[in-house]
């Protein structure tokens, strides 16, 4: 069974920058395509990035240009670099494998129903 693991997350001022990793404890990931999703609180969880095996990148809009998703298959890690952090992006990160046998992110735009495996997720909390 994988298991995805997310760091990263803490608090930052309006403005701020953090980044999320997520990993699978040294399992390989590059089969998959790997998503990124946040839940905040009393809100349905929303779908924010999404990178294919061939590296095809995929955000929601209210964070195109600010949020950048990134893979590095050597160290089977995801990045997450999210910059100009406002406070409605505050909420639980959670990233996941895609189901898409060929690696695309196609569970990711099924608003995450098809998603294989899933991590416990990181708070990002964005405040003055």
């Known amino acids: 069974q994988l298991q995805l693991v997310e760091s990263g997350g803490g608090s930052v001022q309006p403005g701020g920058s953090l980044t999320l990793s997520c990993s699978a404890g040294g399992k390989v990931l590059d089969f998959y395509g790997i998503a990124w999703f946040r839940q905040a609180p009393g809100k349905e969880r929303e779908g924010v990035s999404c990178?294919?095996?061939?590296?095809?990148?995929h955000y929601r809009d209210s964070v195109k240009g600010r949020f950048r998703i990134s893979r590095d298959d050597a160290r089977n890690i995801i990045y997450l670099q999210m910059d100009k952090l406002q406070p409605e992006d505050t909420a639980v990160y959670y990233c996941?494998?895609?189901?898409?046998?060929?690696?695309?992110?196609?569970?990711?735009?099924?608003?995450?129903?098809?998603?294989?495996?899933w991590g416990k997720g990181t708070q990002v909390t964005v405040s003055a």
């Open positions: 996941a494998t895609d189901s898409d046998s060929l690696g695309g992110c196609s569970g990711y735009h099924a608003g995450g129903k098809n998603m294989d495996h």
């Open positions: 990178i294919t095996i061939r590296q095809i990148k």
